[in-house]
Each structure stands twice: as structure tokens, then as C-alpha cells.
């Protein structure tokens, strides 16, 4: 299967970056492609073998999905492997680079064209930076 | 004792007098920095503006000017409500060679709680590093002012 990988660096330490990822109450307030959508709940259980399902809905009510799946291998600040319920993989690794974090995720293409994937995650994974980048 | 001070120094393709009011003119810092209710460069006021990634866990800023000395350097307190610990930021303006030097120093960085991912010093670094090197420069550099 093809394989699709998008990547961002965050100007943030990789602990933080990693907090950030993982914790259900951050999710809630980065996981999102557009304003028009939200997380309004998020329950992650990082460990391998451990269950998330991340509810995802349009702020309008009008759609609403569950993105769901399992941990196949967990690294701290380093790496995480899950499973979505369709079978495809995702890999998510992190390292430290000079002046913050790169986060590259790679993962099996679905039936939609290889750009509208890319747009996607790559749109999720910019609101992240952005979220993880506030000034504190 | 740990000495967490931080010092960043740029220059920028822009006379003092621009980065002067980029630091201290309300309207101007909320394009690029922070967006204090009001501001004035005026020893002893007092502001605040909120901070941090999640709404529910706000660090909301305590700042008082400390030192002004108009188009050469202010220094003002940052803190964080509910937190312990008190930091000084300094911003000091150096013409050099056509443009401007900023010196940024922060410190008392290691006087907030080290448990804290949050207020870990490379946190600021980064934090600092990336709004000078992106924001204040986009800010100063670009035609849109």
C-alpha cells in the first residue's frame, strides 16, 4: 500500500511537544483540519495495545465521526504506532532538532486522492503547531 | 543557584525609532507579540494579557514596567498569575549599521516551578528565539506596516 508522510517542526522542547500530542485535554484543543470542525471529547489510553477515539464534529452539528484505533508501539518523546479501525497503520516520530522538534507522521493512503490526505493531516498537524507554539 | 538568564541578541532591517514603537505601541504589539488591554512605556504600569496553548489552563501575564529610557531599553516583570516565581524581560536597542540590534534578556527564568513542562527554560528559548526570529522580523521587514 502507498504510503503517505506529512512532517512540521514545532519551536518547542520535544518533552512539551510530547505532552501536548498525547494528553486528551490538548487533543481537544488542536485536533482540528478547519474552525468549522472541533474535538469535543478525547479518550486516550497510551500504551501498546490501548484504545483512542478522538469525536470529531462539525462545529454546525451537520457531521460528526469517531477517529479510532489502537497502539502497536509506544516510544516516549520518540515514537507512536497505532492502528485505525479500517487496518491502516500511522506512524508518528518525533526528534529533537536544533531550535525545537520535528513531528513526521506516515500512514497507508484510503480511497480519497493522495493530496486531500495530505491536506488533511497536514492541515491538523499545523493546527497543533500553532497550539503548541502559543506564547506561555 | 542555576544562572537560567537568557540573552538573545538579532538585528533587524529597521531604524531604532520602528522598533521602539513595535515594543511599546499597543496597536502595534498585538500584530506581532502580545495584546495587552493598554500599554504605555511608563515606569510603574501595570498590564496584563493572557498566554498559554489551553484556554481551560490560561497564564494569564503579570507585568509592571520597570525601566524605560525611550528608544534604548525597557524592562518590565513577567509573572503568572497563580504561579510562583518572578522573571524580568529586557528589550535594549542598539543602532548597527543601518538597522537595529535588539538585545532580548530574560531573567529570574528559574525562580517558576521546575515541574512545570511549560516554564522550563528551553521552552522560553524557543519561545523567544521564534518571535524574534519570525514574528518581530516579518513584522519590522515587511511592507504591510
Given amino acids: 500500500m502507498q504510503m503517505i508522510t506529512v512532517k512540521c517542526t514545532i519551536h518547542r522542547p520535544i518533552e512539551k511537544v510530547w505532552e501536548l500530542w498525547i494528553t486528551p485535554e490538548h487533543i481537544m484543543n488542536w485536533n482540528q483540519a478547519n474552525d468549522d470542525w472541533h474535538t469535543p471529547s478525547a479518550i486516550n489510553d497510551l500504551k501498546v495495545g490501548g484504545e483512542f477515539v478522538y469525536h470529531m464534529a462539525a462545529k454546525d452539528g451537520s457531521m460528526a465521526f469517531d477517529f479510532r484505533g489502537f497502539y502497536t508501539e509506544v516510544e516516549p518523546c520518540e515514537l507512536i504506532v497505532y492502528q485505525l479501525e479500517d487496518g491502516r497503520e500511522v506512524t508518528v516520530s518525533m526528534r529533537e532538532i536544533e531550535g525545537g522538534t520535528e513531528v513526521v507522521e506516515t500512514f497507508d493512503r484510503d480511497d480519497n486522492s493522495i493530496e486531500l490526505q495530505q491536506q488533511g493531516w497536514h492541515a491538523i498537524l499545523n493546527s497543533f503547531k500553532t497550539y503548541a507554539e502559543r506564547m506561555i | ?145
Fill in chain 2, 1 to 145: 543557584m542555576k544562572n537560567e538568564d537568557l540573552i538573545i541578541e538579532r538585528v533587524f532591517d529597521a531604524s531604532v525609532a520602528d522598533v521602539w514603537r513595535a515594543l511599546t505601541v499597543k496597536e502595534l504589539m498585538k500584530q506581532w507579540y502580545i495584546d495587552p488591554e493598554e500599554f504605555r512605556p511608563e515606569v510603574g504600569f501595570k498590564f496584563q494579557f493572557p498566554g498559554g496553548s489551553d484556554p481551560e489552563r490560561p497564564y494569564n501575564h503579570l507585568c509592571e514596567v520597570l525601566e524605560v529610557v525611550h528608544e534604548q531599553k525597557l524592562s518590565y516583570d513577567w509573572r503568572y498569575e497563580g504561579y510562583e516565581g518572578r522573571s524580568v524581560l529586557t528589550f535594549e536597542l542598539f543602532a548597527d549599521e543601518g538597522g537595529t540590534r535588539v538585545k532580548l534578556t530574560h531573567t529570574g527564568l528559574d525562580t517558576f516551578p521546575d515541574d512545570n513542562p511549560d516554564l522550563v527554560i528551553t521552552n522560553f528559548e524557543m519561545g523567544w528565539n521564534q518571535l524574534l526570529d519570525t514574528s518581530l522580523k516579518n513584522f519590522l521587514e515587511s511592507d504591510q506596516r
